[in-house]
């Protein structure tokens, strides 16, 4: 069964700017999407992983994307590292995706209460 079949797995979002105004239109959860597409399987699932399935996503040769994760003393750093013609994808207007994919690792690690930082190398 296909990720549209699989109404338990949806998230619902609301598109305040939609036709039918407040009306909620369900999407597949990134969750169920990794484990369909086969990205990650359901007991593997790691922050490294879903940065390079978001990054993937984004880019054009998602063959060039690599995500390198560094162990420091206090911190460890997740390093990615795509195309050059992928980079402003990745960054986006103003920095912006760039800032929701730090948003995502930094609220990942807060909650397995350790400290996770991205890189975005050329």
């Keep these: 069964m296909g990720v549209a079949g699989r109404i338990g797995h949806m998230v619902p979002i609301r598109f305040p700017a ?5 009306v909620p239109v369900f999407v597949p959860s990134l969750r169920t999407a990794m484990i369909e597409s086969g990205t990650v399987e359901t007991g593997d699932e ?11 996503s984004l880019a054009d040769k998602p063959e ?10 206090q911190v460890r750093v997740l390093e990615l590292r795509v195309a050059k013609e992928d980079l ?9 995706t760039a800032r929701a994919l730090r948003t995502i690792v ?7 209460q350790t400290r996770l930082l991205l890189e975005i190398q050329e």
């Design 18 to 22: 939609a036709p039918l105004c407040g």
């Design 46 to 56: 790691s922050m490294k992983d879903l940065v390079e399935f978001i990054a993937k």
């Design 64 to 73: 060039e994307v690599e995500v390198r994760e560094v162990e420091g003393d």
């Design 88 to 96: 402003g994808k990745i960054i986006g207007k103003q920095g912006r």
């Design 106 to 112: 930094s609220a990942a690690s807060a909650k397995a």
